[in-house]
């Protein structure tokens, strides 16, 4: 077998179905996977999950749905062009890889956020600060000792991206705990970081893949099975690094064009950061750089909108094909390092459109994220964030969280049935009552805060708190 054959494995944790497929399926087996998730729960949430603006109103801005749905668009569009690419170059990969890089990349791009918390990346950040500071805690001290320093430092360096390996591997019940049973290809595309959460977390390494990291230790056995069976050894699955291109494309411009419809940031900011951030050396970037003026000269004189608006959507999509296509030159250039595990970077960054990503990113967190209403809102979620965490540990900490008349068995009533039945009957590991270990139920809290949509968290945390009824 070849390294793609490996990498683009179907097999599955589980081969039963429920149901028996038609004979006039012509779906490949990640083409199933995308139908499989698309009609989901978790991806229905994205829909009232922030992308840049919280709880925000209008029907314009990008929510994680919207986002999610352009990064699998972009990441398909990636998929095919680097499947042409291959097929060109080695005609024997064409039953290997025809439509199966692209399927797999739509697939990954719809879902990889469906394991973010509520508000944002400043969620998964009011969650790592709450563990580190329950963790310290001296009355908290006889279920903190009984924690291995990995499943602490699960909690402490809280990650979306790993909660959306622990969603899709076991949190959706249905038969058993294999989750919605994806193959084994997708699920390893979808782990940015293949490391542990001691291994990884180390932002200033080179080495992209170190900077985070990918699986619970509830999951390890999971991942490595799939790194097993995909041969992926210690680095990425080479998809990753096309999902995470994918999604750096996806919002790196739509961001932008988010905050001037919002009026958080104008023309001449825009303009002014990507003349300074550009390099005119480089003829594509130069042409880039004068379509907004030719944009703008562009806009009919009798329009009675925003031009601006115009202008920049225009731009957003040449931009966007710029880093597409420097993407998946760079990968098909790259191939064989990718494959063997050579390449360890961020593919965009290493790419012809690298100072693109730089000036987007510049205009955001200069500009957009900073603003007062954002920043305003985040404040809010971690109040709410942090009161839910508190009542919900608490509450499953306690000896009589299955007693339904206590409060705390109140409580525990409210967590979500699927994935108090997940971690009851299919724990990672049990005390010698037979109850979940402490790990578990704090794994369950977080399954449960991470499930929830910014609306419904502010609703919950106001009733609980007698906010309103």
Known sequence: MTQWEHLLSNEKARNSSTVQRSVHDGRNPFEEDYSRLVFSAPVRRLQDKAQVFPLDKSDYVRTRLTHSLEVSSIARSIGSSIENKLIKEKPELNKIVRGKISSILATIGLVHDIGNPPFGHFGEAVIQTF?????????????????????????????????????????????????????????????????????GNKPQDKRISYHKFGYFQSEQATFEAIKEKTQIRSGRHPLAFLLEASDDIAYSAADIEDGLKKNVINYEIIKDVLGSELNFNKPAQKELYETLEKYKNEVHSGYQGNIYEVVLQRFRIKAQGYMIESVVDLFCKKEKQILNGEFDEDIILASEAKEVRVAFKRLASKHIFSHQSIVTKELVGEKIICGLLDLFVNTVMSADRNKPKTKNGKLYSLISPNYRFICETYPYDKTSNGEPSVYDRLLLVTDFICGMTDSYALDLYQRLTGIKL
């Open 131 to 199: 563990f580190k500071e329950w963790f310290k805690d001296e009355k908290n001290q006889q279920f903190v000792n009984t924690l291995t320093p990995e499943q602490k430092a699960d909690f402490e360096n809280f990650e979306g991206n790993t909660q959306t390996f622990r969603l899709l591997t076991k949190l959706n019940y249905l038969i058993d705990d294999k989750g919605y049973n994806l193959t084994f290809a997708t699920l390893a595309s979808i782990i940015k970081y293949p490391r542990s959460s001691i291994e």
